[in-house]
């Protein structure tokens, strides 16, 4: 599906038969984004085979040309990112536009903090409405001047200065924060500590190391981590190969499970501890779910899943295993509502800041097709008896494409048929998500349900 309409797209997911076959879902999105920024500040050239190539890590691929850095895609697929150098970032030429991508906004954000130019951002409508004040005041503190409206909303304004490092604790745990303040450190001399609550996804550490800097990581005795970093290292390109998305992954692993008579086996899926919770949550409430052929690949876990159709039942998932899932949820929400019994699912206040309300959103669209829940201000509680809900609901996305996947993988396995009110917004993170499903064996067109 492409997006190169201006009007809306519904589409219709419809009663399926089970699913069979093999797939391989579209690169990490984390990593894809990490993957164009290192690789435009290294010295040398990258190349990177499996790039995630939605409209979001597109956006991240624009900015650091427009930064200086050669960035381009090859016949075959792979990208080869010749960079400038930390340090060496050149002043835009025009507004950076984010689309929808918070993760780029605040990735880059941290970057151009240290650069001694201005750079202007804006977004889409649902991105000037998400929060960047929680970016803007690690940044302000070590020296960066920000312009912005309210609450450090979009759209805004960045003049880099000579920063100075600081020892910051994240008020809320967020790998875009902690990441946007190390990014902000590759340019400052002396050392930057950020301390996390709760362990946040590493993909950032990661990728450092891989490219050849030093970064210290302290593990505490509350779980929480003290990640250190000392400015002004030379990065060196090395070679990436992105391993499946695993938030791509759960839309399928989740049709999967609740289809009856399914087998499917996902290759190449990233299986960070640190992303892995919707897997061991799934696992928990009675999925078959197994990992086959793990290994590593540039600093990240990596392995194949094989899930099979399983009789699910709700437990209560534990409030600090969010982190490790928080973008997952909506469709974790879609599994328990074929689950037997209650689940309940705390510690969800991040939902509330997403690219919408996720919380808000996921509720108006299962009571429009007959799940029964409890909304709560930080989470949800669904009740159900293991057999399928109605359906035949008409959701709103609110141009979230976790929504909009989250309600056709239900309309899969529903009574009756569930529309979404656009496709288009898929693209940003799953392009060819109704390709892939439909060849495993679902039935999702465009249009509208009857």
Same mark, same amino acid.
């Given at each position: 599906?492409?997006?190169?309409?201006?009007?809306?797209?519904?589409?219709?997911?419809?009663?399926?038969?089970?699913?069979?076959?093999?797939?391989?879902?579209?690169?990490?999105?984390?990593?894809?984004?990490?993957?164009?920024?290192?690789?435009?500040?290294?010295?040398?050239?990258?190349?990177?085979?499996?790039?995630?190539?939605?409209?979001?890590?597109?956006?991240?691929?624009?900015?650091?040309?427009?930064?200086?850095?050669?960035?381009?895609?090859?016949?075959?697929?792979?990208?080869?990112?010749?960079?400038?150098?930390?340090?060496?970032?050149?002043?835009?030429?025009?507004?950076?536009?984010?689309?929808?991508?918070?993760?780029?906004?605040?990735?880059?954000?941290? $970057?151009?903090?240290?650069?001694?130019?201005?750079?202007?951002?804006?977004?889409?409508?649902?991105?000037?409405?998400?929060?960047?004040?929680?970016?803007?005041?690690?940044?302000?503190?070590?020296?960066?001047?920000?312009?912005?409206?309210?609450?450090?909303?979009?759209?805004?304004?960045?003049?880099?200065?000579?920063?100075?490092?600081?020892?910051?604790?994240?008020?809320?745990?967020?790998?875009?924060?902690?990441?946007?303040?190390?990014?902000?450190?590759?340019?400052?001399?002396?050392?930057?500590?950020?301390?996390?609550?709760?362990?946040?996804?590493?993909?950032?550490?990661?990728? $450092?190391?891989?490219?050849?800097?030093?970064?210290?990581?302290?593990?505490?005795?509350?779980?929480?981590?003290?990640?250190?970093?000392?400015?002004?290292?030379?990065?060196?390109?090395?070679?990436?190969?992105?391993?499946?998305?695993?938030?791509?992954?759960?839309?399928?692993?989740?049709?999967?499970?609740?289809?009856?008579?399914?087998?499917?086996?996902?290759?190449?899926?990233?299986?960070?501890?640190?992303?892995?919770?919707?897997?061991?949550?799934?696992?928990?409430?009675?999925?078959?779910?197994?990992? $086959?052929?793990?290994?590593?690949?540039?600093?990240?876990?990596?392995?194949?899943?094989?899930?099979?159709?399983?009789?699910?039942?709700?437990?209560?998932?534990?409030?600090?295993?969010?982190?490790?899932?928080?973008?997952?949820?909506?469709?974790?929400?879609?599994?328990?509502?074929?689950?037997?019994?209650?689940?309940?699912?705390?510690?969800?206040?991040?939902?509330?800041?997403?690219?919408?309300?996720?919380?808000?959103?996921?509720?108006?669209?299962?009571?429009?097709?007959?799940?029964?829940?409890?909304?709560?201000?930080?989470?949800?509680?669904?009740?159900?008896?293991?057999?399928?809900?109605?359906?035949?609901?008409?959701?709103?996305?609110?141009?979230?494409?976790?929504?909009?996947?989250?309600?056709?993988?239900?309309? $899969?396995?529903?009574?009756?048929?569930?529309?979404?009110?656009?496709?288009?917004?898929?693209?940003?993170?799953?392009?060819?998500?109704?390709?892939?499903?439909?060849?495993?064996?679902?039935?999702?067109?465009?249009?509208?349900?009857?």
């Amino acid at each position: 599906m492409t997006s190169d309409t201006q009007f809306p797209v519904p589409v219709t997911a419809r009663p399926s038969g089970p699913l069979s076959g093999a797939a391989r879902v579209p690169g990490d999105k984390s990593i894809s984004h990490r993957a164009l920024i290192f690789g435009g500040v290294a010295v040398g050239t990258t190349t990177v085979s499996g790039l995630l190539e939605g409209e979001d890590v597109l956006r991240t691929a624009a900015a650091m040309r427009q930064f200086g850095a050669n960035v381009e895609r090859g016949e075959n697929g792979v990208w080869r990112i010749t960079g400038c150098g930390v340090g060496a970032l050149r002043e835009p030429d025009e507004v950076l536009d984010m689309g929808n991508s918070g993760t780029a906004a605040r990735l880059l954000m941290g $970057l151009v903090a240290s650069a001694p130019f201005t750079t202007f951002f804006m977004g889409d409508a649902s991105l000037h409405k998400r929060p960047m004040g929680r970016v803007r005041v690690p940044l302000e503190e070590m020296g960066a001047k920000i312009i912005s409206r309210s609450g450090g909303r979009f759209p805004l304004a960045i003049t880099g200065q000579s920063l100075i490092p600081i020892d910051y604790e994240l008020p809320v745990a967020s790998a875009q924060v902690k990441s946007a303040i190390l990014l902000a450190a590759l340019d400052t001399p002396g050392i930057t500590r950020v301390r996390e609550g709760k362990r946040t996804r590493d993909h950032t550490e990661n990728m $450092l190391r891989h490219f050849g800097a030093e970064i210290t990581v302290t593990e505490n005795a509350d779980g929480g981590r003290s990640i250190a970093y000392r400015g002004q290292q030379e990065l060196t390109a090395a070679d990436i190969i992105v391993p499946g998305d695993p938030s791509s992954a759960a839309f399928l692993a989740v049709a999967a499970t609740i289809l009856p008579g399914s087998d499917v086996t996902l290759s190449n899926i990233g299986l960070n501890p640190l992303r892995d919770g919707l897997f061991i949550t799934l696992r928990e409430m009675g999925a078959n779910i197994e990992i $086959l052929n793990l290994r590593e690949q540039a600093g990240e876990r990596v392995g194949d899943l094989r899930i099979r159709a399983s009789t699910l039942h709700g437990i209560e998932v534990p409030p600090e295993r969010a982190p490790s899932m928080i973008d997952e949820y909506p469709v974790l929400f879609i599994a328990a509502a074929f689950a037997k019994g209650r689940t309940t699912m705390r510690g969800l206040h991040e939902l509330r800041v997403k690219e919408s309300d996720r919380l808000s959103a996921m509720a108006a669209g299962l009571k429009a097709c007959g799940v029964a829940f409890e909304e709560l201000e930080d989470g949800l509680i669904i009740d159900a008896d293991g057999t399928p809900p109605k359906g035949g609901g008409v959701i709103e996305t609110h141009l979230d494409h976790r929504i909009a996947m989250s309600f056709l993988i239900l309309g $899969l396995a529903t009574q009756t048929p569930v529309t979404i009110d656009d496709g288009r917004v898929m693209e940003t993170s799953f392009p060819g998500f109704v390709e892939m499903i439909n060849a495993l064996g679902a039935t999702v067109t465009r249009g509208r349900g009857a």
